[in-house]
């Protein structure tokens, strides 16, 4: 059974910082492409970073210089370091596990993160 659970969502005011970690279990994590995604109210999901299996990362425009996102292959954790959060960051914050081969791919069931102006 594939679990993805989300932690590390909260209120934080524009300016700081928060760091989201996903830990996965039922999937050979070291395989997947990890990816985080988010969806504001009112709007489609939307990708935000990813990282692969040989540690090479991606960042939507948005967030870029202010996102860092990283893996744990021995803890099987995915981690999102968000700095100078805007309001606009405000959204639910999923995890998406994908792995290449087998072309299975799987969601987390999200973390609030809400900037406040």
């Known amino acids: 059974q594939v679990q993805l659970v989300e932690s590390g969502g909260g209120l934080v005011q524009a300016g700081g910082s928060l760091r989201l970690s996903c830990a996965a279990s039922?999937?050979?994590?070291?395989?997947?492409?990890m990816s985080w995604y988010r969806q504001a109210p009112g709007k489609q999901r939307e990708f935000v970073s990813s990282?692969?299996?040989?540690?090479?990362?991606n960042y939507s425009d948005s967030v870029k210089g202010r996102f860092t996102i990283s893996r744990d292959n021995a803890k099987n954790t995915v981690y999102l370091q968000m700095n100078s959060l805007k309001p606009d960051d405000t959204a639910v914050y999923y995890c998406?596990?994908?792995?290449?081969?087998?072309?299975?791919?799987?969601w987390g069931q999200g973390t609030q993160v809400t900037v406040s102006s």
């Open positions: 039922g999937v050979i994590f070291s395989a997947n492409r």
């Open positions: 998406y596990a994908y792995n290449p081969v087998t072309t299975y791919g799987y």
């Open positions: 990282v692969t299996s040989g540690d090479t990362a």
